[in-house]
């Protein structure tokens, strides 16, 4: 697992929060939970593009983090699920506002998007 070579700058909330939601899939985790999509299948469904090994990476920062739970079954096979905490549904408002954001720009979003892969290429 990767290891941090530097100390995080924690020195104001811009900070704290990049550091917790740091990684490309962690919004949409959180948002998707929200929704219900609670095992780990589901949220496999709903994020394709990304590997199992890094939704559980990202999952288990979320954990560590206090934004979800984890809830194990005992039953064969096991049960896995995931649900917010109280102190993740208050990033809830945070996300939403954020999407709609991105919602009232998308033509423009897109647009800086595609222009920049374009000179990349």
Request: charged share 30%.
């Amino acid at each position: 697992m990767y290891e941090r070579k530097t100390t995080p700058n924690l020195n104001c909330g811009l900070d704290l929060i990049g550091e917790v939601l740091y990684g490309k899939w962690k919004i949409r985790l959180l948002w998707f939970i929200n929704e219900g999509h609670k095992r780990p299948s589901e949220l496999q469904r709903k994020i394709p593009d990304a590997s199992r090994r890094v939704l559980n990476i990202q999952l288990k920062e979320l954990e560590e983090h206090e934004l979800v739970s984890k809830i194990i079954y005992p039953v064969v096979p096991p049960k896995v699920e995931y649900s917010l905490t109280d102190f993740g549904k208050t990033l809830i408002p945070v996300i939403s506002a954020i999407g709609n954001w991105g919602d009232e720009h998308e033509a423009r979003l897109r647009m800086l998007i595609l222009k920049r892969l374009d000179s990349n290429q």
